[in-house]
């Protein structure tokens, strides 16, 4: 492996890129950080694929050249940050959690800027079957801010790969609009982060969707189904971790119920990635102990075909939560808690990079292999 490989994190042989970027409301900032951090080390997405917040910061990824993401970026994150932009009052965990509790909850009542505002008159003042009536907040400030900051035209013509997920509210069933396949407008990012109540379902072609995370949290399988023959390279970012401590009181109770729920087993499905590429390969290895004649059996041709296997190499980017968060870190949008999390994401890539685990990787033997650099005690 030459210094190129090294610096580009290809390892030793081509590989796509994929972005994947889990939803997670206010700690969205983390991605940000993150693609700040992959694109100083050179590694721009060939794909970008997001469901909720992730959803948002894909677009603005793949909706503006590598040398404007960052700025575009901030731009975002700026905005939805700047209704409280003071520091904490004093230092300490304790300042600081009472802190957040407060901009959280002034979040909640005034609303976003660029993002949402609450509905005036409430949503149960309007009469049944109204669309005022299926939500607290009004997300029209968001449409705008897209319309803003990323060029639809450009991910229209493909030169970035952009994959959103949403719920079709009539089915139930779990849907990805993919650049790909179709044309994609504002309201294709904003149906991913349609979260209910608070947010309002989103029309596309007749049909009403939700957030994606309803659902599954995480694009991880999309993208891992979707691509079965280029080796692919999987920055996975997730904002909720699985893992973590018993709580102690109500509101570590409701912030631990939502790491799980949201953190949408990510472990889990690469764990079942890595069996069945497993399998994958000892029937191959079977295949070719089989005589000529059994080779063309229509089972034995079918499991052929299926058995085909892409070398997956995934990098697992997780936000731990410091101990002053609490149930409220996905709706409290400070500046302050912005930078906090935007920092944590550019450092967590910047340690992974540097990892010699990272560097001396090489195309996994077994189909798929996974990296978590930036574990620590608390996980």
């Known amino acids: 492996m030459d210094e190129r490989d090294r610096a580009d994190g290809r390892g030793d042989h081509d590989e796509r890129r994929v972005l994947v970027l889990q939803g997670g409301g206010a700690l969205g900032s983390y991605q940000a950080g993150v693609a700040e951090a992959m694109q100083e080390a050179g590694l721009s997405p060939d794909w970008v694929a997001g469901i909720s917040i992730g959803a948002i910061n894909a ?9 404007r993401r960052v700025e575009r970026l901030r731009a975002f994150w700026n905005k939805v940050s700047s209704g409280i932009t003071v520091s904490p009052w004093w230092p300490g965990e304790q300042a600081r959690e009472a802190f957040n509790a407060w901009s959280a909850a002034f979040g909640a009542t005034v609303g976003v800027p660029g993002f949402f505002a609450p509905r ?101 399988q999309y993208v891992l189904d979707e691509e079965r023959l280029a080796d692919l390279a999987v920055f996975q970012v997730d904002l909720f971790s699985a893992r973590g401590p018993l709580p102690r009181t109500l509101s570590e109770a409701s912030e631990r119920e939502k790491d799980i729920r949201f953190s949408s087993r990510t472990r889990l499905n690469t764990n079942d990635q890595i069996e069945i590429h497993k399998a994958k390969t000892a029937f191959r290895r079977l295949f070719e102990k089989l005589p000529p004649e059994l080779r063309q059996d229509p089972d ?36 302050a808690t912005m930078l906090d999390h935007w920092k944590a994401g550019r450092n967590d890539v910047r340690r992974s990079l540097r990892h010699r685990h990272w560097i001396e990787r090489c195309r996994p033997e077994q189909g798929v292999t996974a990296f978590d650099l930036t574990r620590d005690a608390r996980d």
Do not use: C
């Not at 005036?120 to 109204?130: I, N, R, S």
């Open 59 to 67: 677009a603005l990824i793949a909706g503006n050249p590598p040398e």
């Open 120 to 220: 005036v008159p409430p949503a149960p003042l309007y009469p049944a079957g109204a669309p005022e009536a299926l939500s607290y907040y009004d997300t029209a400030p968001l449409r705008q801010t897209l319309v803003e900051l990323v060029d639809f035209d450009r991910i229209n013509r493909h030169e970035t790969r952009l994959s959103v997920g949403a719920v079709n509210i009539r089915t139930g069933n779990f849907v990805y609009f993919d650049n790909r396949r179709e044309r994609i407008g504002p309201e294709h990012i904003m149906a991913s982060g349609a979260l209910p109540p608070g947010f309002p379902p989103v029309e596309i072609d007749g049909e009403q969707y939700w957030d994606g995370g309803i659902v599954s949290n995480t694009p991880l």
């Open 300 to 335: 034995v041709a079918f499991l052929s075909e299926v058995s085909h296997q892409n070398a997956v190499t995934i990098l697992q980017l997780i936000y731990r939560a410091k101990n002053y968060e609490n149930d409220a870190k996905d709706y409290e949008f400070s500046r």
